[in-house]
């Protein structure tokens, strides 16, 4: 079993689709809607092709043979005797196979370890915007979502409103760092040249005399007596 989108549980998937779809290619027709029709052939000549990790066909370790030697009667206990064989030699090739790949990705691969009540931040890479509550387009939208709590199996505490699956990989995992200071806006040129102050956040909403007023904090002036009402203006 594994997650979705992870490339080292999917990419065997990915290997027989690519050359399921290279079989089809060879043999299709110029419109292309033929391709169900070769199916059956593409998958008789896949499984006749040796496996480069068991070092067999897959008809030889499923049935004890290849169709032109299957078609030739064998014994019950010679039938027996070849296949417990085969069995043998494919879990041998197949331990080997997993002991290289698995020296291959430790090579380069850092563990990550995750504590139960991390904080910790989720990739969207992945993820469907409309199950994050965040904008459509993903293109423009946060590479990294949360905090959210590290639970067991890496499974976060997802915050209502949002449809996602609680268990990721730790690939789609990063730890969540607390921001230190928050970072000085550009300052704004008014149209007369001088500077202007930027609205840090809008607190309040009031009507005096026909006017609209907003309390505004500045970010020069982040605190309670830096607050301010001031009119709306009008364009």
Known sequence: MTVAHR??????????????????????????????????????????????STKLAPFE?????????????????EFQERQNAVLFQCREALAQAKER????????????????????CLSTRNLDPKHTGLPNSSKFGP?????????????????EGNKLHS??????????????????????????GSVGQVIKSIKGKRRRKRRTEFLVVW???????????IISRKP
Do not use: C
């Not at 790949?101 to 850092?110: A, C, K, P, T, V």
């Not at 590479?143 to 915050?159: A, C, D, F, R, V």
């Not at 730790?170 to 007369?192: Q, R």
């Not at 020069?220 to 301010?228: A, F, I, V």
């Open 167 to 192: 268990v990721f990989s730790t690939g789609s995992l990063k730890s969540y760092k607390e921001p230190t200071h928050l970072s000085k806006p550009t300052e704004v040129i008014l149209a007369d």
């Open 101 to 120: 790949m698995h020296d291959i990705y430790d090579r380069n691969h850092e563990e990550q370890v995750f504590n139960v009540g991390d904080q910790e």
């Open 143 to 159: 590479k990294w979502i949360g905090p959210y709590t590290y639970g067991e199996s890496y499974e976060l505490n997802i915050q």
């Open 61 to 77: 370790a499923d049935l004890g043979g290849t169709v032109s030697e299957r078609a030739k009667s064998r014994r019950g206990a």
């Open 219 to 229: 970010w020069e002036k982040s605190n309670q007596h830096g607050n301010q009402w």
């Open 7 to 52: 490339a080292q549980g999917d990419r065997q998937t990915e290997r027989m689709n690519r050359t399921l779809e290279e079989y089809l290619r060879s043999y299709v027709g110029p419109l292309q809607g033929d391709w169900d029709l070769h199916l059956a052939n593409a998958v008789f000549a896949i499984n006749s092709t040796v496996n480069s």
